[in-house]
């Protein structure tokens, strides 16, 4: 028999309001990918804007996957049991929880390997072995996560921790104003990351994780309108 966890995103009175910051949130992380690719094409010998792009468009694609189970969980009739039951023809199928657990799911998986690719971008090593065991963590990882839902919020705080430390050492060296925001972008989205860490205890708390979220996203689509507009100046 196999048990899938429910994955509940928001409280109840939160319904519709986390769907909209989320698909805000979309619209931010995907506008990132947009421009690092059009730098991409602008300099096709720069690889590292072309998987920028894709570490975006990753984000972008776990936050519309997370937005179409919400809406899909949320609707009252065909997601029913006795939809999933007359498909799948099992009674351990609870209401709402396979959609739930596949998205979530899916869901971490994107996120997860958003980050890793902006974690391996703000080294400056080259590729090694060592992304590869990182990369393979993930998955293992994203597979517990059915069992435990905190675990890609862990792993993605320490990710994103890593990112930010990066970025403030970089500042340090350099004192160059773009580094320190993206330093304090990466931050806030960190401090989300650690708060959604404890949803399970008070569904409220999810609330605030969502819009501390939001703000770190706004912050570095800001961030990044000002490097082009920098870089626009430069030429």
């Known amino acids: 028999m196999v048990y899938w966890l429910d994955f509940v995103y928001s409280p109840p009175w939160f319904y519709g309001k986390d769907i909209a910051i989320d698909i805000l949130s979309a619209i931010v992380v995907l506008l990132i990918g947009v421009f690092s690719f059009k730098n991409f094409l602008l300099d096709k010998k720069n690889k590292r804007h072309f998987f920028l792009s894709c570490a975006f468009i990753l984000l972008g694609l776990s936050f519309i996957t997370k937005i179409v189970v ?3 969980t949320h609707t009252q009739g065909w997601l029913s049991k006795q939809f999933w039951l007359s498909i799948l023809g099992t009674e351990i199928i609870k ?3 396979f959609l739930s657990a596949i998205g979530f799911l899916l869901y971490a998986l994107l996120t997860l390997f958003g980050f ?5 971008l703000s080294s400056k090593d080259e590729l090694s ?3 590869v065991i990182i990369a393979y963590f993930i998955l293992v990882s994203t597979y517990f996560t059915r069992f435990t839902y905190f675990i890609i919020y862990i792993t993605a705080f320490i990710f994103l921790f890593a990112i930010t430390r990066r970025y403030f050492l970089c500042y340090n060296e350099t004192k160059y104003k773009n580094t320190l925001c993206l330093g304090i972008s990466f931050g806030v989205i960190t401090l989300s990351q650690f708060v959604f860490i404890f949803t399970s205890s008070n569904h ?3 609330v605030l994780a969502e819009l501390i979220q939001l703000v770190g996203y706004l912050f570095l689509l800001y961030t990044f309108v000002m490097v082009l507009r ?3 100046k430069k030429k």
């Open 129 to 131: 072995m060592n992304y």
């Open 70 to 72: 919400n809406i899909l």
């Open 116 to 120: 890793y690719i902006l974690y391996v």
């Open 230 to 232: 920098n870089a626009k």
């Open 204 to 206: 409220a708390i999810y």
């Open 95 to 97: 209401p709402y929880g």
